[in-house]
C-alpha cells in the first residue's frame, strides 16, 4: 500500500480502476528519402486518415459536450486542408526531407508565425496547429491514440494534466474521479470536476504517472490523498467513506430544493441570477426558486444592429417557459460606454460608470426602451415575468419609465397581441441618491432590487478592479449595512419587498446580516444557492436581528466579520 | 483580373467561424484569391493566411481574383463580407 499526496481540488471519494491517460509524444527522426514520390504519397495518405479520425472525434464530442468544443475539431480539419501549410510541407518532402520532419516544420512555422501574433485568440490556435501536427505524426508512426473516448467502463482518471480538448471526448457518465501529476486549484481539471460534483486530487506530482494501468486506487478529493494498492481492510473504510459521500451529496442536492427556512419558522426566497434559458436550467437543478435577476445584454452584445422585438420576445419567453409559474425578473438593457456596442452610438466617455448608461440610454432612446419592454410583456403573457429598472437615480426616472411601459402596453393592445395586463415594476437601488431617497421612490415601484456590487463601488468611491483602491471595497462596510437597513424600512413601510441581487446576496458572511436586516429575498449565482440555503436554516431570525442591530453600531467591516462568525458558531446565540 | 476594397465590419473580424467561411467561400471558386491589408497578402484559400492578416473590425482589405469566375467570387466573398458573415442583425 502507497499513499501520494496531491491538492484537494474537488471534494469525494473515488475507487477502482486507474485509466492512466499518456498522450503520446512523437519524436521526430531526421532522414534522407530517395524516392520523394512514394514519401509524398504516404504524407498524404496520413493526412487523410487524420482528418478522418477527426470526423468521428469531432461526431463524438457533438454529443457529450456540445457543438462549441466539437467546432474544434472541424478548425483542425481546416488547417490539414489549407493549401500554404500543405504546400511548406510537400516542398521539404520534394527536396529530399521525410514527411515527420517535413511535417513538424511546416508545424512549428505556422505556430511559430501565430503566437507571435498579439492576439490572445490566435496564440491559443498555435496551440491548435501543434494538436493537429501530432495527430498526423502517430498517424505516420502507426501508434495509436490512447483517447479518453476509449474509456468504457467505470474508471479513475490519471494524467500528467487534463486539457479541454482531452476531456471533450470523454464519457462523464464513466469517470468516477480524477488525478492529475499537475495543475492547481483552478486547473481545467479542477474546475471541471467541481462543476460535475467529482472528486479530484491534481498537481500530486510525476509518481502518479508510474500507476498502473486497471489498477485499483482510492482517491480522496477532501483530503488530497492517493491510495495505490490498498489492503482490504483500507478499501473496506473508504467503501463507507464513499457510501456516506454519495448519500451526503444526493441529501445536499434534494435539501436545495427544500425552502429555506429559519429555526423560528420564518422563510426567505431564493432565487438566481442568470443570462439565458440554458443557465436557467441549472439554476433550477442548484435549487432556485426563480430568477432575481435575468440579465438581457447578451442579447444586445456582439452584434450590428439591435435586436428586435421578435428576437428578444423568443429570447424571454424560452427563459420563462423553463421557469414555469415562477417569477422571473428581467433587467432592462444595462450597457454603458464601457462596452463597445456599434448601434447605440455611445461614444467615447471620460467617465463611462459615471456616464450615458442603463435607464439613461433607455428613457434617452424610447424606441429602444417600448422595443424591449413590448418584448417582455409579450413574453410575460401566462407567465410570472417582472420589469426592473437598472441605475434609477431619480423618482422622475421612474415616472418617465411607467410612461413609456404604459404606451408600450398601448401599442400592444391596438395590435391585438396578447401581453401581460399588469406586471411588475421595480427598480435595482445600486445608486446611494436611490438608497437615501428610498421612501420617496417606494410608493412608486412594487419592488427593490439592491444592486449590491455598484452600490459598494459608487458609495464607497471604489473601482474594485483597480488594485490601488480595491481594498475598499467591502459590501459589509458599515455604510452600506445602513443604506441595505434604510431600503429595506422604506420598502416594507410602504408594503414593497425588498432584495439583494449582487455577490453580497450569496456571501455566508453577509446572510446572517441580511436576514436580521429583514431582507425578503436573495438572488445569487446559482452554484452558490445550496450553501445559502443550509446557512439560513441553522440560523435564528430572533438572535440575527440582534445581530445586525450590532453590526449596525461599530466602526468597520472586520468588526463586522468577526461578530458574524462569532454569532455562526453560535446560532442560537 | 477583379479587384475590391472592402471594410470588414462584423465584431470578431476575419477570426474564428467568420475566417472559416470565408475561406470556404473561396475555395469554391476556380480563381486564384488573394486578401491584403495594408502591405500583408494572403491566400484566401488559406486558412492559417487569412487569420495571420489580423484583419479585425474595422479593416481596410483588399481582395484580388484572377481566373474564369473572379467577378462571381469577388461578388461572393463581397456578400459574404457585407453580411456580417450571417451574425444577427
Known amino acids: 500500500m502507497q499513499s501520494l499526496k496531491g491538492i484537494p481540488a474537488s471534494e469525494g471519494i473515488a475507487i477502482g480502476p486507474a485509466f492512466v491517460y499518456h498522450p503520446v509524444a512523437i519524436s521526430v527522426e531526421r532522414h534522407v528519402v530517395a524516392d520523394t514520390e512514394a514519401e509524398l504519397a504516404r504524407f498524404h495518405a496520413a493526412v487523410e486518415r487524420s482528418k478522418e479520425q477527426l470526423v468521428q472525434v469531432q461526431r463524438e464530442a457533438q454529443a457529450t459536450v456540445g457543438s462549441n468544443t466539437a467546432a474544434i475539431f472541424e478548425a483542425h480539419r481546416m488547417f490539414l486542408e489549407d493549401p500554404t501549410l500543405l504546400d511548406a510541407i510537400e516542398e521539404r518532402i520534394r527536396g529530399g526531407q521525410n514527411a515527420e520532419v517535413a511535417l513538424a516544420d511546416g508545424i512549428n512555422l505556422f505556430a511559430a508565425m501565430l503566437a507571435a501574433l498579439d492576439d490572445s485568440y490566435l496564440r491559443e490556435r498555435a496551440a491548435d496547429v501543434h494538436d493537429v501536427g501530432q495527430r498526423v505524426l502517430r498517424v505516420l508512426a502507426g501508434v495509436e491514440e490512447k483517447a479518453l473516448s476509449s474509456i468504457h467502463t467505470p474508471a479513475i482518471v490519471v494524467a500528467q494534466d487534463l486539457t479541454p480538448s482531452d476531456t471533450a471526448q470523454m464519457n462523464k457518465e464513466l469517470v468516477l474521479g480524477f488525478c492529475t501529476a499537475s495543475g492547481g486549484t483552478t486547473s481545467h481539471t479542477a474546475i471541471l470536476a467541481r462543476m460535475i460534483g467529482l472528486p479530484a486530487i491534481v498537481g500530486a506530482g510525476d509518481q502518479v504517472l508510474q500507476i498502473q494501468q486497471g489498477e485499483t486506487i482510492i482517491l480522496d478529493g477532501t483530503s488530497g490523498e492517493a491510495i495505490l494498492a490498498p489492503d482490504d481492510a483500507t478499501l473496506s473504510i473508504y467503501r463507507e467513506h464513499r457510501v456516506a459521500w454519495v448519500a451526503a451529496r444526493e441529501a445536499a442536492k434534494g435539501a436545495a430544493q427544500l425552502p429555506a427556512v429559519t429555526r423560528d419558522g420564518h422563510r426567505f426566497e431564493i432565487v438566481a441570477n442568470i443570462g439565458d434559458a440554458e443557465s436557467a436550467k441549472s439554476a433550477l437543478e442548484f435549487g432556485a426558486e426563480g430568477v432575481g435577476l435575468l440579465r438581457t445584454e447578451f442579447l444586445f452584445l456582439d452584434r450590428a444592429a439591435m435586436p428586435s422585438e421578435e428576437e428578444q420576445y423568443r429570447a424571454y419567453l424560452e427563459v420563462a417557459k423553463v421557469m414555469g409559474k415562477r417569477p422571473v425578473i428581467v433587467r432592462t438593457l444595462d450597457i454603458g460606454g464601457d462596452k463597445p456596442v456599434p448601434y447605440l452610438n455611445l461614444g467615447q466617455e471620460a467617465n463611462p460608470f459615471l456616464g450615458w448608461r442603463a435607464i439613461r440610454i433607455s428613457l434617452a432612446q424610447p424606441e429602444l426602451f417600448k422595443t424591449q419592454l413590448r418584448a417582455i410583456l409579450r413574453a410575460g403573457a401566462g407567465y410570472n415575468l417582472k420589469i426592473m429598472l437598472p441605475m434609477i437615480a431619480t423618482l422622475s426616472e421612474i415616472k418617465q419609465a411607467r410612461r413609456l411601459l404604459d404606451e408600450a402596453r398601448q401599442e400592444l393592445s391596438e395590435r391585438r397581441i396578447e401581453f401581460a395586463e399588469s406586471i411588475e415594476l421595480g427598480i435595482m437601488v445600486e445608486i446611494p441618491s436611490a438608497a437615501i431617497t428610498s421612501d420617496l421612490l417606494a410608493p412608486e415601484v412594487d419592488f427593490f432590487s439592491i444592486g449590491t456590487n455598484d452600490l459598494t463601488q459608487y458609495t464607497l468611491a471604489c473601482d474594485r478592479t483597480n488594485t490601488r483602491v480595491a481594498g475598499l471595497y467591502d459590501h459589509l462596510h458599515p455604510c452600506i449595512l445602513r443604506l441595505i437597513r434604510t431600503v429595506i424600512e422604506n420598502g416594507h413601510r410602504f408594503g414593497k419587498w425588498v432584495g439583494v441581487c449582487g455577490e453580497m446576496a450569496g456571501d455566508l458572511d453577509a446572510i446572517p446580516v441580511l436576514v436580521g436586516l429583514g431582507l425578503d429575498e436573495f438572488s445569487m449565482s446559482a452554484a452558490t444557492i445550496p450553501a445559502t440555503k443550509s446557512l439560513i436554516r441553522q440560523l435564528d431570525l430572533g438572535a440575527m436581528r440582534e445581530l445586525a442591530e450590532q453590526v449596525l453600531n461599530v466602526a468597520t467591516a472586520e468588526q463586522v466579520r468577526s461578530l458574524v462568525r462569532a454569532a455562526a458558531t453560535n446560532p442560537r446565540a | ?89
Open chain 2, 1 to 89: 483580373m477583379q479587384e475590391l476594397n472592402i471594410t470588414i465590419r462584423n465584431k470578431v473580424g476575419l477570426h474564428a467561424r467568420p475566417a472559416a467561411l470565408f475561406v470556404k467561400a473561396a475555395k469554391g471558386f476556380k480563381s486564384k484569391i488573394l486578401v491584403s491589408k495594408d502591405n500583408r497578402v494572403a491566400d484566401a484559400k488559406s486558412i492559417l493566411n487569412v487569420l495571420t492578416l489580423g484583419a479585425g473590425q474595422g479593416a481596410n482589405v483588399t481582395l484580388r481574383a484572377e481566373g474564369e469566375d473572379e467577378a462571381d467570387a469577388i461578388g461572393a466573398l463581397k456578400d459574404l463580407i457585407e453580411s456580417n458573415f450571417g451574425e444577427p442583425e
